[in-house]
């Protein structure tokens, strides 16, 4: 099934990118291998590469990357500074350690800093790092605005402020980076703690700026306000909900735990059932309109199914590879890449070659833009336009010959006899 070039009708749903960001962030809290943890990062930032588009938001998912990169630093700095409550053999160094009161027992700063220790930490931060880039990654691919208007009506006042909050990072680094090209162009330093200070100040004007016309913005649209639904609807939509939400967490113990086996899954569908119809009743009290909603078609099941299939076989891996899953810090061995988790993370690629392509990337623009990369648009386009004059010139001619009379701009015509 081959890519069709993304537009208003074809665009993907909103949606099935967090799915599928969402089923390789599960995948990554169920394993410490980093090796499998490096695999689920670069199948993201594969699906990221291909199929974001040029939008403000798109643009966060580096930042997102270096967000993961810092907190693997200051995971390993803990461990160092503060000690790793890992016990190990391979010494690397002893700090001197500072003597705490009796009623820190437990907490320690400086001491002995071992080797198994410090790989624990870095497995344990390699994870944490993962979970953020997987969500960079949907910050990155889904359009904010329009996965606010598949919400359901009851959840639409809850989802606005999901999205203002999601739509944050996006914007804050859209402003640094426009800040900071303006600086290079004044021929002021832009790197650095001092370049830094005299940003800051301005994204903050801009950040402020942008929630006073999203506030008013809001009010005009007006956000906040209901219909009048009967009283008894109201109850009865408030039990649902929480009756439902009481199941599903209910049910879910039940599954996890040992056992709840027998009722765990009645009573999370049950839940789910109750809750989503609380959900439906509480979407009488939207006086909202939708123009256009997006369509859940195949390709967003596939990419959608492709993250949830990745988590599904990532769990089920612990059954029958967990040592490999979880290498041991304790004695210290190298990592091994088990082969078939590593061919279950591989399935989250597929949105890279289903997924619409974004405005841009296809064969026409490719072409051209390789076209004017080496110059040769321009000599093709002098050459159609000498053809197209010449083609012209001769039609005219024609025409005037047809008529009985010379060409416009002939000096040598003579006017035809009357």
């Known amino acids: 099934m081959s890519a069709p070039q993304a537009t208003r009708t074809t665009a993907l749903h909103a949606g099935a990118w967090w799915l599928w960001a969402l089923g390789l962030a599960t995948a990554a809290s169920r394993t410490t291998n ?37 907190v693997i630093a200051i995971r390993l700095l803990f461990a160092f500074v503060l000690g790793s409550p890992i016990p190990g053999t391979h010494t690397l160094v002893t700090l001197p350690e500072v003597p705490l009161p009796s009623w820190a027992k437990g ?6 800093v071992t080797a198994e220790g410090m790989v624990f930490a870095l497995y344990d931060g390699l994870k944490l790092a993962t979970l953020l880039i997987c969500v960079g990654a949907a910050n990155a691919l889904a359009n904010p605005a329009r996965l606010l208007k598949s919400l359901p009506g009851a959840l639409y006042e809850a989802g606005v402020a999901v999205v203002v909050a ?9 402003d640094v980076q426009r800040l900071r090209a303006a600086r290079r162009l004044r021929g002021r330093p832009d790197r650095g703690f001092t370049a830094l200070l005299q940003v800051g100040l ?13 506030a008013a913005a809001m009010d005009a649209r007006g956000y906040g306000r209901t219909a009048e639904v009967p009283p008894a609807v109201r109850r009865l939509t408030s039990v ?13 113990y039940g599954l996890l735990g040992d056992a709840g086996g027998g009722y765990g899954l009645p009573l999370l569908l049950a839940g789910l059932a109750a809750a989503l119809a609380g959900l439906w009743l509480g979407g009488r009290r939207s006086v909202r309109s939708r123009y256009r909603p997006d369509r859940w078609g195949a390709r967003a099941w596939l990419v959608a199914g492709s993250g949830i299939a990745v988590a599904a076989l990532v769990i089920w891996a612990n059954d029958y590879a967990a040592t490999a899953l979880h290498p041991p810090a304790v004695p210290l061995t190298a990592p091994v890449l088990p082969l078939w988790p590593a061919a279950s993370v591989l399935v989250g690629l597929l949105p890279a070659f289903v997924a619409p392509l974004p405005p841009g990337t296809g064969r026409a623009d490719r072409a ?7 110059g040769a648009c321009r000599a093709d386009g002098a050459e159609q336009a000498g053809r197209t004059a010449r083609t012209s010139r001769a039609s005219r001619a024609a025409r005037a010959a047809s008529r009985g009379r010379a060409p416009d701009g002939d000096p040598h015509a003579k006017e035809p006899t009357q």
Do not use: H, Q
């Not at 939008?55 to 966060?60: G, I, K, L, V």
């Not at 649902?240 to 879910?252: D, M, P, R």
């Open 34 to 70: 980093p090796l499998l943890l490096g695999l689920l990062v670069g199948v993201a930032g594969y699906v990221v590469a291909a199929r974001r588009t040029n939008a403000p938001w798109a643009r966060s998912y580096g930042a997102f990357v270096k967000l993961g990169l810092v």
């Open 107 to 112: 907490v320690r700063i400086g001491g002995r």
């Open 166 to 174: 999601m739509t944050f990072a996006p914007n804050l680094v859209a």
């Open 202 to 214: 301005p994204v903050l004007e801009g950040a402020l700026e942008r929630s006073v016309a999203l």
């Open 240 to 252: 649902l909900t929480l009756g439902g939400l009481l199941g599903i967490c209910a049910g879910t």
């Open 368 to 374: 051209d833009e390789a076209c004017r990369a080496d």
